[in-house]
């Protein structure tokens, strides 16, 4: 095993054993807080890696009562749950259709959220923050008498440059989990403020991902859609968590009736996600957002490919050519250590996805990959 690998697999085993995560990818003793570190050992060892979900146990837990209440607000339950077991709820706010129904719920049901922290990469005025710039933040105004207090993270571009002078950087610690990977990080502004064992961080994570297959509709967390925020300490991602699983898919029976009023699924096995649709929102319960027009958005990905565009353009408009050349130094061993032929083919390079579970959104039963798919996805016969 190349000596690089191992010292990077090491030291994310060591971080994860004495870490409070919710997922990690895992083969054997080794245990990864990278996708690409996994992928990586996946190749050089032809080793099989699995995504994991640390509340696996409590979820199914949950679960074993099968009955949904399409009524009942879970979200709400969820976040006095949490105020009663925390004395500080810290939540992350982008002025997305998640955060803002997050904050709405709270603030609406006389919920404490004690802070807010919102995060700003590069040239504050530059075109890919504009979201934040034009919705996070108007709404933090309308409600800044009810936040203790409101908190900018800047990556700067110093921060920036400082953090892909390791040519490791995109097999080192959390990070993007698709291509291209983005600048920035949550975890670079949170790891330096103090840790508060009576706190929880809370993201509003992805909305109902579904897989139709073999006729049953379930509901999956893939990896390729977790974020930067698996080492934050007391980190809830708001609608994977264990405790708040039935909002999950309370929102994919919403999203399937939803679908099956313009589509039918053709074959054995299709895949849907949601996109930022504003009548798409609308069914799934989320609260209004601000300034909604001017989301950079036609579609998930083409929003964070655009956001990640104008993150290079602000980079060459500033001359930060110093982060340029650490960001491509960065890629340049990314390309090397996976043996990339062509990073053009991004289909090519984003392979490899892999989920923890599957929920029949019918039955509650929940699967992992190796109960429901161990062959792969295999049509009935």
């Known amino acids: 095993m190349d000596k690089e690998l191992e010292a990077l697999v090491v030291q994310s085993t060591d971080r994860i054993n004495n870490g409070?995560?919710?997922?990690?990818?895992?083969?054997?003793?080794?245990?990864?807080?990278?996708?690409?570190?996994?992928?990586?050992?996946?190749?050089?060892?032809?080793?099989?890696?699995?995504?994991?979900?640390?509340?696996?146990?409590?979820?199914?837990?949950?679960?074993?009562d099968a009955t949904i209440d399409m009524a009942h607000d879970y979200n709400l339950a969820y976040l006095h749950k949490l105020s009663e077991k925390y004395n500080y709820l810290q939540l992350f706010f982008s002025g997305?259709?998640?955060?803002?129904?997050?904050?709405?719920?709270?603030?609406?049901?006389?919920?404490?959220?004690?802070?807010?922290l919102t995060c700003?990469?590069?040239?504050?005025?530059?075109?890919?923050?504009?979201?934040?710039?034009?919705?996070?933040?108007?709404?933090?105004?309308?409600?800044?008498?009810?936040?203790?207090?409101?908190?900018?993270?800047h990556n700067s571009h110093k921060v920036l440059t400082e953090y892909f002078a390791n040519p490791y950087r995109f097999f080192s610690g959390v990070g993007d989990t698709d291509f291209p990977l983005s600048f920035g990080s949550l975890s670079i502004g949170v790891e330096k403020r103090p840790y508060n064992p009576d706190s929880i961080y809370i993201q509003g994570a992805d909305k109902p991902q579904l897989v139709f297959y073999n006729n049953k509709w379930f509901v999956c967390h893939f990896d390729i859609a977790i974020n930067d925020c698996l080492d934050i300490p007391n980190m809830s991602f708001f609608w994977l968590a264990a405790d708040n699983i039935k909002s999950l898919v309370k929102d994919a029976r919403l999203y399937r009736d939803h679908l099956l009023t313009t589509?039918?699924?053709?074959?054995?096995?299709?895949?849907?996600?949601?996109?930022?649709?504003?009548?798409?929102?609308?069914?799934?319960?989320?609260?209004?957002?601000?300034?909604?027009?001017?989301?950079?958005?036609?579609?998930?990905?083409?929003?964070?490919?655009?956001?990640?565009?104008?993150?290079?353009?602000?980079?060459?408009?500033?001359?930060?050519?110093?982060?340029?050349?650490?960001?491509?130094?960065?890629?340049?061993?990314?390309?090397?250590?996976?043996?990339?032929?062509?990073?053009?083919?991004?289909?090519?390079?984003?392979?490899?996805?892999?989920?923890?579970?599957?929920?029949?959104?019918?039955?509650?039963?929940?699967?992992?990959?190796?109960?429901?798919?161990?062959?792969?996805?295999?049509?009935?016969?």
């Open 263 to 381: 589509t039918q699924p053709k074959n054995f096995l299709e895949f849907y996600k949601p996109s930022q649709d504003a009548d798409l929102n609308r069914v799934l319960g989320r609260s209004p957002i601000c300034n909604s027009e001017i989301t950079m958005n036609k579609g998930t990905a083409s929003r964070i490919h655009r956001k990640r565009h104008h993150r290079f353009v602000d980079s060459i408009d500033k001359n930060q050519y110093e982060l340029l050349a650490n960001y491509f130094s960065c890629m340049n061993k990314f390309k090397e250590v996976l043996e990339i032929q062509d990073l053009n083919d991004l289909s090519s390079v984003n392979t490899g996805v892999k989920a923890c579970w599957f929920i029949d959104i019918d039955t509650l039963e929940v699967f992992t990959p190796q109960e429901l798919i161990p062959t792969g996805f295999q049509k009935n016969r």
């Open 120 to 153: 700003i990469v590069g040239d504050v005025n530059a075109d890919a923050n504009r979201e934040i710039n034009e919705l996070a933040l108007p709404y933090l105004k309308q409600c800044q008498s009810k936040i203790d207090k409101i908190t900018i993270l």
């Open 20 to 64: 409070n995560y919710k997922f990690f990818w895992q083969c054997r003793d080794a245990k990864f807080d990278n996708r690409w570190l996994a992928l990586w050992y996946e190749k050089r060892t032809s080793s099989k890696i699995h995504f994991v979900s640390a509340e696996l146990p409590q979820i199914r837990k949950n679960l074993v």
């Open 96 to 116: 997305g259709y998640d955060s803002v129904t997050i904050l709405d719920t709270a603030l609406k049901n006389n919920i404490k959220i004690h802070e807010t």
